[in-house]
């Protein structure tokens, strides 16, 4: 299995902009979650899913960001106007609903910098 | 409410010596509990895991064992190499979800 799959690696854009982060889970995983780290904040979840059903967004920041699955191999998390502050590594995971024990698997994460 | 409390860092040691990190934990009930490692410029990988009391995860010579009377469950490791400066992350599954701890920078000096 080629793992967590998530792109870009490394994305620039400019305050006002939309932006848009890919997540391919592990095949057969069915749970996905979005986090994002801060050297200030450190590893904040921001929304995650179960059978493509979006169960907890609280960390979610504000209207800005949005997050779909609209299939269980595809996610999206989009900033629409980014900002400068947005400027963070945007983790996604995956993992096997019902088995706690076995972890998440993260991808290697987009560095956002939004200038 | 739930939480994971680490030790602080940057933690600095010379090459062989030994580590500990702490690791204290806020939970319902009795969860699986993990140590995850993040290398420079990549994502979080599972390092080492614990599901009961008493278990001792280990991996790459670090262990940690799960203590349900103090809630803890601490990285140690006899001999760190330069090669295991990372950041560690301790964490535990509640809910459908992991929670984690801030994180603890180790950096290796040769």
């Known amino acids: 299995d080629a793992g967590v799959i998530q792109s870009p690696r490394h994305e620039v854009t400019e305050m006002g902009q939309e932006v848009t982060l890919r997540c391919k889970p592990i095949?057969?995983?069915?749970?996905l979650f979005w986090y994002r780290q801060t050297m200030m904040r450190g590893l904040e979840l921001l929304i995650y899913?179960?059978?493509?059903?979006?169960?907890?967004d609280s960390g979610m920041p504000e209207d800005r960001f949005s997050a779909k699955m609209p299939n269980a191999s595809f996610s999206t998390l989009k900033i629409q106007p980014s900002e400068p502050r947005d400027s963070a590594v945007y983790f996604c995971?995956?993992?096997?609903?019902?088995?706690?024990?076995?972890?998440?698997?993260f991808g290697s994460g987009t560095r956002l910098t939004v200038v | 409410g739930d939480s994971v409390t680490q030790m602080e860092g940057p933690v600095t040691l010379s090459e062989e010596a030994c580590l500990t990190i702490?690791?204290?934990?806020?939970?319902?009930?009795?969860?699986?509990l993990f140590w995850y490692v993040q290398y420079p410029g990549e994502g979080l990988q599972l390092l080492l895991k614990?599901?009961?009391?008493?278990d001792k995860g280990s991996n790459k010579g670090f262990e940690a064992t799960y203590r349900k009377e103090t809630t803890s469950f601490h990285l140690e490791k006899g001999s760190v190499q330069v090669s295991d400066s990372a950041v560690y992350f301790c964490?535990?599954?509640?809910?459908?979800?992991?929670?984690f701890g801030q994180g603890t920078e180790l950096s290796v000096k040769p």
């Open positions: 995971a995956s993992s096997l609903e019902g088995r706690p024990a076995a972890g998440y698997t």
């Open positions: 095949s057969g995983h069915n749970s």
């Open positions: 899913f179960n059978n493509n059903v979006p169960i907890d």
């Open positions: 702490n690791c204290t934990y806020t939970a319902t009930g009795y969860p699986s």
């Open positions: 614990a599901t009961k009391a008493d």
């Open positions: 964490a535990f599954n509640q809910g459908g979800k992991l929670i």
